[in-house]
């Protein structure tokens, strides 16, 4: 049988994010969030030849980094932010 390469904990970690994303509507965070775990595990999968890539200088990393950080910011910003998506739909009569 195959070596899992992502971390069970990682796994669900992320299902109960995507849970409770969709359970409270909100569909702005779950995008973003979905993002930076793709981001997290683009690092974790491709860490050797990204490392490689940038040879004895560091600022591939820096770059990489900055960016993460970036994408965490705008994930708090949309964890703190209300739904724009109303619960119940207007009736315009």
């Known amino acids: 049988m195959g070596k899992l390469s992502v971390l069970p904990m990682d ?3 992320f299902v ?7 359970f409270f509507k ?3 965070l779950g995008l973003i969030g ?3 775990f793709a981001y997290y595990l683009g690092f974790i999968f491709a860490k050797g030849p990204f490392l490689a890539l ?3 200088s560091s600022s591939w990393m820096y770059v990489y ?3 993460g950080l970036g ?6 910003l949309g ?3 209300k739904s724009s998506v109303p619960s119940e739909p207007q009736n315009q009569t």
């Open 11 to 13: 796994v669900a970690l």
């Open 16 to 22: 109960a994010f995507v849970a409770y994303c969709l």
């Open 26 to 28: 909100k569909r702005e």
């Open 34 to 36: 979905t993002f930076v």
């Open 54 to 56: 940038g040879g004895e």
């Open 65 to 67: 980094g900055v960016t």
């Open 71 to 76: 994408l965490v910011g705008l994930f708090l």
């Open 79 to 81: 964890f703190s932010r």
